[in-house]
């Protein structure tokens, strides 16, 4: 497997002239990794995919990191593509958010475009499944610990 370069950033999300390998190096002190995500909504359903064992088969928005010299919007378009096999999606950037508990930068996307996920193929070296959630149904999974903290802060912050 090929080591993932990232690049570094800092807490006002400024890119730092530092990079990191993903899975080997530690991020240093003062230093963030960004990541992208994005919340497709569908009938007052949002879109959840469901990861492989590695990830202890939770639930998580699409996306990913930002590798390095990769814009936001390009990590996103590029996860979506890897992960799910979607291509040309419009989506609205909602915000870029510093994750309290540890050292990410999430930028958070929207979308509204009506998606048949019956036609999605998945990376399955990565994700299980996906399917569609209503606000309780997250929120439920949320409290079962169905969600790590990341996706879950994201989803409290823009679902509640």
């Not at 590695?54 to 990191?65: A, F, T």
């Amino acid at each position: 497997m090929e080591h993932e370069i990232l690049d570094l950033y800092d807490d006002n999300f400024n890119k730092l002239d530092k990079t990191i390998i993903r899975r080997v190096d530690e991020i240093p002190e003062g230093a963030n990794i960004m990541q992208s995500y994005i919340l497709i909504k569908n009938n007052n359903k949002i879109l959840l995919e469901q990861f492989t064992e590695r990830n202890n088969y939770k639930w998580g928005l699409p996306g990913g990191h930002v590798k390095a010299k990769e814009t936001p919007e390009q990590a996103l378009n590029r996860e979506l593509k890897e992960e799910l096999n979607i291509t040309n999606i419009l989506y609205n950037k909602i915000e870029t958010i510093k994750f309290p508990y540890n050292k990410y930068i999430f930028n958070v996307y929207y979308s509204k475009e009506k998606m048949n996920i019956n036609k999605s193929k998945l990376q399955k070296e990565e994700i299980v499944q996906i399917k569609w959630f209503s606000k309780e149904e997250i929120n439920t999974l949320i409290k079962e610990e169905q969600i790590p903290r990341g996706y879950a802060y994201i989803l409290n912050k823009y679902l509640n």
